[in-house]
């Protein structure tokens, strides 16, 4: 089964409801995607929308994975830098995969193909992300071949008393 990436898709209702349900599953299902469970598609909106204005905008990229039945699966957003002196990367934000989907390589394939579209995007010589602490997704991009170039000790507060390390994380392209 394999997961088939576009970057850059049409933009409709029936994707824009494809991420929302995306989103509120991955969230739901405990995923470290600016959220924590339980939230509903209307918990989940603002931020889709804001996303969405950002690629209106030109300032975001989006790269859609669909499953083998043509569903959304997998999604990630690559942001483009404003500021003159760090124009020379992009930031990945919002990485997610379906629940149903875990353990079938999509994570690997969605990597593989954000790394493929930053190569595409001129000038671009890295991409940088942030991470969640305690939730192992950092051996995971570091599998991937990101390196771990700062750390935030309990800068992401989950619930009172479970506060997590904020890792920030590189790919030179």
């Given at each position: 089964?394999?997961?088939?990436?576009?970057l850059?898709?049409a933009?409709?209702?029936?994707?824009?409801?494809?991420?929302?349900?995306?989103?509120?599953?991955?969230?739901n299902?405990?995923?470290?995607?600016?959220?924590?469970p339980?939230?509903?598609?209307?918990?989940?909106r603002?931020?889709?929308?804001?996303?969405?204005?950002?690629?209106?905008?030109g300032?975001?990229r989006?790269?859609?994975?669909?499953?083998?039945?043509?569903?959304?699966?997998?999604?990630?957003?690559l942001?483009?830098?404003?500021?003159?002196?760090?124009?020379?990367?992009?930031?990945?934000?919002?990485?997610?995969?379906?629940?149903?989907?875990?353990?079938?390589?999509?994570?690997?394939?969605?990597?593989?193909?954000?790394?493929?579209?930053?190569?595409?995007?001129h000038?671009?010589?890295?991409?940088?992300?942030?991470c969640?602490?305690?939730?192992?997704?950092?051996?995971?991009?570091?599998?991937?071949?990101?390196?771990?170039?700062?750390?935030?000790?309990?800068?992401?507060?989950?619930?009172?008393?479970?506060?997590?390390?904020?890792?920030?994380?590189?790919?030179?392209?």
């Amino acid at each position: 089964m394999a997961l088939t990436c576009q970057l850059d898709p049409a933009i409709d209702e029936a994707l824009t409801e494809g991420i929302l349900a995306l989103w509120t599953d991955v969230s739901n299902a405990g995923g470290a995607v600016g959220f924590v469970p339980p939230v509903g598609p209307a918990d989940v909106r603002p931020d889709l929308d804001h996303a969405l204005s950002e690629l209106a905008a030109g300032r975001r990229r989006l790269l859609v994975g669909y499953d083998e039945d043509g569903r959304v699966a997998a999604t990630a957003f690559l942001a483009y830098n404003s500021h003159r002196l760090m124009t020379h990367w992009v930031w990945l934000y919002t990485l997610m995969v379906h629940p149903d989907h875990q353990g079938k390589g999509y994570g690997r394939s969605l990597m593989a193909a954000v790394e493929q579209a930053a190569r595409g995007f001129h000038g671009v010589e890295a991409i940088r992300l942030t991470c969640r602490g305690g939730t192992g997704v950092d051996v995971f991009y570091g599998a991937c071949g990101y390196k771990e170039v700062g750390r935030v000790p309990d800068a992401i507060r989950v619930a009172p008393g479970d506060d997590r390390d904020d890792i920030m994380m590189l790919l030179t392209l």
